[in-house]
């Protein structure tokens, strides 16, 4: 008897590809979470400085004096680019900020602070 060879994958080769590619998704996938959450805290503390910034400059042009508090975001907007909605940037993750008073170190902080890893915490 012949038989006609058929072109085709057994099923044991499809396995084994399914296997490998399991195996990479499994390492590749945690790699891309921490990977997210790292940037997302660099942009946080990024805009954490030009906040603060902003509000030793609005201090400086204002004659604020050490202690004296500062309304966020009203008078800090004219001093920092605005996103596209018009508004001062916000944490990526969802955190709020929040602006202590004039010459308190750090002066801006965000809600999330310590609480995720990597921490959203100016060094």
């Not at 390492?27 to 891309?32: D, Q, S």
């Not at 966020?72 to 900020?97: E, H, V």
Request: proline residues 7%; hydrophobic residues 40%.
């Amino acid at each position: 008897m012949k038989y006609k060879h058929q072109a085709g994958f057994t099923l044991v080769e499809i396995m084994i590809v399914v296997s490998i590619i399991g195996l990479l998704a499994a390492i590749a996938i945690p790699n891309f979470v921490k990977a997210r959450a790292t940037s997302q805290a660099n942009a946080c503390i990024n805009n954490m400085r030009k906040i603060d910034d902003a509000a030793n400059q609005w201090a400086l042009e204002r004659g604020q004096r050490t202690g004296n508090a500062i309304t966020f975001p009203s008078d800090l907007t004219p001093y920092i680019k605005l996103n596209k909605n018009g508004s001062i940037p916000g944490c990526p993750a969802n955190g709020t900020y929040s602006v202590g008073s004039v010459g308190n170190v750090p002066s801006v902080t965000c809600s999330l602070g310590s609480t995720v890893t990597p921490a959203h915490v100016v060094p």
